[in-house]
């Protein structure tokens, strides 16, 4: 288990820390100026000059983005859930959840400041759950009813209720499904923060931190900014993957099992 582990941490580590000396040294050789792209070490400078700021600009944007993907995440499920025991609701609803999946978040922010006001977090909120919400319950949803037949056939074969069918067969073949959709809008859910705080709210924030940066060509305050959303961003990406391991344990056994038995491989 060692060996798979570090070959998953080395090749992301090496590409970001190659990719940072290679800017480093771009700005340097071409004489890039700092306005239009600053250096990683002045990014890094203004990340501990300006930490104070950073630090509440990112808890307050934090917060508003893991309590928006959570409760999108449960209100994806339960739909998933609804919709998988009324299947005419299933189908009349996916289509539509599709369309309003395609609606930009640009088009959503405004609209949701005019409903629950410019000034509190719950329009913020609620832009994040509208963007988690689509693919959790799209992806859930189909987990949920693209069961084998020969499954299903076999459990009522066995006289199994429709409770213990949802829970022994669609439940199980869902997980992957919800754990991909999951991985996807863990790290959206900062983006979507950060566009609603562009329409308005408190001024305290990582949106308004880079446009404010920005305007005034303090862009190494700007990017340190954006490094505070992107760290956030990530943590929120790992505790997707660490619940994906959690609750589909089987998934990283067969990933092993495949590992121990490549060609040429020794046992």
Known sequence: MTRPRWAAVWPPLSVGVGGLVLWELAIIIFDIKEFLLPKPSSIVEELFAEWAVLRHAGWETGRIAFSGLVLGVIAGVTLAFVTNRFRSLNE???PLAVAVNAT???ALAPIFNAWFGITGVV???????????FPVFINTAKGLTEVHPDE???MRSYAASEWTILREVRIPNALPFFANALRVVAPLSVIAAIVAEYFGGPQDRIGNVITSNAAFARYDVAWAAIAVASAFGLALFAGAVLIERLSTPWR???QV???NNKPGRGK
């Open 92 to 94: 009349g609803l996916t």
């Open 104 to 106: 930009p978040i640009v």
């Open 123 to 133: 329009s913020n909120q609620a832009v994040v759950m509208a963007v988690v919400f």
């Open 152 to 154: 299903i056939e076999l």
């Open 252 to 254: 990283m056994a067969t």
């Open 257 to 259: 099992e495949i590992i």
